[in-house]
């Protein structure tokens, strides 16, 4: 009585290991499981890109040329 059935659907477990097993670029890549691994490589890459520039006006316009 009260026991439960265990078939092969409640029985089966996720390959995923557990989130305190994963490294930092894993656990930040878990929370967009749905989205593309290649739209976030790109959006990664933009906001470097786009730090660069930062870095890049701010020291030329430190230096008067802009």
Request: proline share 5%.
């Amino acid at each position: 009585m009260g026991e439960e059935k265990t078939t092969p659907e409640t029985e089966k477990k996720t390959d995923r290991p557990d989130r305190s097993q994963l490294n930092a670029f894993e656990n930040f890549y878990e929370n967009f499981r749905k989205v593309p691994l290649k739209y976030i490589d790109i959006f990664i890459g933009v906001c470097v890109a786009a730090l660069v520039i930062v870095v890049l006006v701010g020291i030329l316009k430190s230096k008067g040329i802009l």
